[in-house]
């Protein structure tokens, strides 16, 4: 979803008529007609009831235009605020777990700051643990990190962008993965862990998945960073437990095979607080959203 699309689903709605919409945007008519059929996809519901006389309003498009309304307001006066502050210093700051956002955020935050240059961006790489820590004492404006521990921080709004299943991560042609994963096996081979206290979530959720498929796991180690751990695998130290979008993260020459947990996923978000004060907000959202409609493959 992104804002072009609500724009033109407001005017259909006011002119009841999708070429009247084309005409005042100056673009086709079966551009305005995929654009509304693009969002419709994504709300998973019809907004219009379409005949070949005229569009009517649909009783979920009743309710979504209001809210649709107000997303536009909310833009329009952050527009204006941009405009009041001109010349005066305005920032943004995002915290995102390295390894799950990095196939697409320096791509957004390149196109958002390419967008509104005087916009000055700051970026924190923080874990699981500091990003919910940055999260309840407000200390930036955007939180890209694990969905559960988002959930945690009810001040956010909190949106699930990526879901991700669990995977075994071990060196190549390692015994328990030659053929297919031996599970039998997995009992008595040496794990290694991030932390539990820099990502409580999925640790805790590994522990469910080792429990799904009747071990305990043998801990020998743990890292406080991907790149540690994934670096220890390599080295031969132990095998462990990851979301299997990692496999983009490091050139490595490691096997990630995935596990048969279909129950249990690890799922991205983006946060922001429920109250927003900075106007440089909604502006990334909507780059960030534009962007996901763009490369739904990488989400």
């Known amino acids: 979803m992104d ?9 259909v709605a006011k002119n009841r008529n999708f070429t009247a919409t084309a005409a005042e945007f100056f673009v086709s008519q079966p551009c305005i007609s995929h654009q509304i059929k693009a969002l419709e996809q994504e709300l998973e519901i019809d907004l219009f009831i379409r005949n070949t006389r005229s569009v ?7 309710i979504f235009l209001q809210d649709a309304k107000n997303i536009v307001d909310i833009m329009e006066q952050s527009k204006n605020k941009l405009k009041q502050n001109k010349g005066h210093a305005m920032s943004l700051s995002i915290a995102h777990l390295a390894s799950p956002s990095h196939i697409f955020l320096p791509s957004i935050i390149k196109r958002f700051r390419m967008r509104y240059p005087n916009i000055k961006t700051n970026i924190y790489r923080q874990d699981a643990y500091q990003i919910a820590q940055s999260a309840l004492a407000h200390r930036c404006d955007i939180y890209c990190s694990m969905s559960l521990d988002m959930i945690a921080v009810t001040s956010m709004t909190n949106k699930k962008i990526q879901a991700d299943h669990y995977c075994l991560v071990t060196p190549k042609d390692h015994p328990v993965v030659r053929i297919s994963i031996d599970y039998s096996k ?5 794990f290694i862990f991030f932390n539990p206290e820099h990502a409580v979530t999925m640790h ?14 043998r801990i020998t180690g743990t890292y406080n960073v991907y790149e540690d751990l994934l670096y220890a695998v390599e080295s031969g130290f132990g095998i462990t437990i990851l979301p299997y979008r990692t496999k983009n993260y490091m050139n490595s020459s490691l096997t990630y095979s995935l596990l048969d947990v279909p129950n249990i996923s690890a799922d991205l978000s983006l946060a922001w607080e429920q109250e927003i004060t900075n106007p440089a907000v909604p502006l990334f959202l909507d780059v960030f959203w534009e962007y996901m409609q763009e490369y739904p493959d990488q989400f």
């Open 204 to 217: 805790q959720q590994i522990l469910q998945i080792c429990n799904q498929l009747g071990f305990t796991p």
């Open 186 to 190: 997995l009992a008595k081979e040496p």
């Open 3 to 11: 804002l072009t699309q609500l724009y033109y689903f407001i005017s």
């Open 56 to 62: 009517e309003l649909t009783a979920a498009g009743e």
